[in-house]
Nanobody
């Protein structure tokens, strides 16, 4: 059974930090690129960051560049998203997703084979 378990969300003040984890099982982790996507209340889901399976190429949305860092530990089948200097507009449910098809030169999958259940991040004073 394929599982992607997102965790680490919570309530944090503006300027604070959180580290999200996406722990996976049931598929060959090394063959998949992993993305973090988020959905804020009343908004469409959007891409936040991706990390490629091979070579570790990364992608960040402009809104999080310089504040978020994605990393992966292939030994633990886990991807992390370190979020620093959080802003009110980062409030959302964060999902991790896995895809095996990535075009050359990119970090994000063309489509997603598996999704996690999401973890809520609330940035509020």
């Amino acid at each position: 059974e394929v599982q992607l378990q997102a965790s680490g969300g919570g309530l944090v003040q503006p300027g604070g930090s959180l580290r999200l984890s996406c722990t996976t099982s049931g598929f060959t982790f090394d063959d998949y690129s992993i993305s973090w996507r988020r959905q804020a209340p009343g908004k469409e889901r959007e891409g936040v960051s991706c990390i490629r399976s091979i070579g570790g190429r990364t992608y960040y949305a402009d809104s999080v560049k310089g504040r978020f860092t994605i990393s992966r530990d292939n030994a633990k089948n886990t991807v992390y998203l370190q979020m620093n200097n959080l802003k009110l507009e980062d409030t959302a449910v964060y999902y991790c997703a896995a895809g095996s098809t990535v075009t050359p030169g990119n970090a994000c999958p063309q489509w997603y084979d598996y999704w996690g259940q999401g973890t809520l991040v609330t940035v509020s004073s």
